[in-house]
Structures are given as structure tokens and as C-alpha cells.
């Protein structure tokens, strides 16, 4: 076809399903000629917000450093959800906070006071370059005991059989600690609540994300108006729950 963006043909052919926005990111993250350089690594499957070194996130630019989790568009519902019950000025922690996106949006939004914590160095690194006070932990150690007004958590929650389920590319460039919660998926979503008991205010709001019909499946005692974080599809996308 005359006139037709070689680029876009490119990523077209090897199966990219945006090709027209990603030929377009690609070129926006060009220096000095290096744009041959950024297309080539584009096709061994690398995420692109590793090349680009940035991803929109409700509406912000967040910063992404190669080997750090991406945010997903589906995890916008349950940080939107977490702005509306942030008060002014309030406080949270986002556990397994990654790049830092969730806990960016809140200070952003809200103006909130966040912690984030997270087991990889990476990671915290490139929190603390999206503004958070992000540390080195597993899940809530060393975080002040004071209660705060919301907890967030994007944990692994992916049960350990069903990792090879997963993208074909995924661990060409991740590890699985991103995405392993254990043999029913689990794990830290259940210490996750655990430490919520304690850590948050009564009235505070618990956001967690979760797969398919975990929901159901935690004990969510302590808590009331338990209800399903849905996506903008109706799936079925994590819990919020109000402590007592
Ligand atoms: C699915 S990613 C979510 C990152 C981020 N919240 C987001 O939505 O983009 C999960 C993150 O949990 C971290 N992680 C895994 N186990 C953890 C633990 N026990 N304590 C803290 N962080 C953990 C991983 O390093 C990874 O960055």
C-alpha cells in the first residue's frame, strides 16, 4: 500500500496487536538515531515500557526501569478505587508496590502520605524515582505501625502450577517473584490481610488484587462490605474491604 509506515508493517507482521501506537512510542523514545536499535529489541519480545522507560498509569507518566514490572490497564480500577477512599492529605501503604504506580497516583491525587515496599532492589529504586518512600521489605516489616487510612496490594497472586499459563514471552524477561503467590495463589494475599488487621484504621479500606474466584476463597474476618473489584470488561479483578 503506497504511503504505508514500514515501522508499523514491521511490528504488524510479527504479530504486535497496537503496531500503530507502538511505532509511534518507539519513535517518541528515539535518541540520537537509535531508534533501529530500540525496533530490534522491541522484537525479541522485551515489554515495551522497558525501552520506552515510561507507561501511562490513570492518566500518569510513570517511570519504568528495564526489569521492573509493568503496571497493567487492569490494575487502573483498583487504583482509581483507592483514590475515591483516600481522604485528603491521608496515608497508605501499597505492599508489593513494583514501580510505584499505584502509590504515584495517590500522592498525586490525594496527596497522600505512602509507603510502598517491595522485595526487589529494582524496583524500589524505580519507586523512589516515581516519588515514593519505597524500602526493601517483605510486605509490611519495618513499616511504622501506625494505622493509615489504605492498604494496597498488587501481589503475586497467581497460583505456582499455572506460571507456564502464562504470556509465552513473560519469563524470557521476568522472574516469577512478580507473579507466584503459591499452590493456590494465596500465599501473600492471605499475609497481606493478615497485617491489614492491624494496619489499618477502623473505616480504612483494604484493596487487593486477585484472579478468577480467589475472592471467595479468603478469610476476610475483621472486615466489612466485602465486594469484587470488577474491570472496565466485568471480570472479576480483586477485593475491597472495610476494616470494622
Ligand atoms: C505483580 S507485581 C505488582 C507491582 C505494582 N504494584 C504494579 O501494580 O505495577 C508484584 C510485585 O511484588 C513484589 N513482591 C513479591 N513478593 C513480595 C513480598 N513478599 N513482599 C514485597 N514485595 C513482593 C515483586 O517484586 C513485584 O514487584
Known sequence: MPGADPLVELLMTNGFVAPDEEAAELRAAE???NLEALVARRLTGEPLAWI???VEFCGH???IDPGVYVPRWHTESLAQRAVQRMPGNGSGIDLCTGSGAIAAVLI???GARMVGTDLDEQCVA???RNGVDARVADLYEGVPD???DVITGVVPYV???DLPLLQRDTFAFETTLAYDGGTDGLDIARRAVEGARTRLRSGGALLLELGGSQAEQLDLDGFTDVSVLRDEEGDP???EATRR
Open 108 to 110: 498525586a491525587e490525594r
Open 52 to 54: 520506552t522507560g515510561t
Open 146 to 148: 501506625t494505622p493509615v
Open 159 to 161: 497460583p505456582t502450577a
Open 61 to 63: 507518566a510513570i517511570r
Open 237 to 239: 479483578r480483586g477485593i
Open 31 to 33: 535518541r540520537d538515531g
Open 126 to 128: 524505580c519507586a523512589r
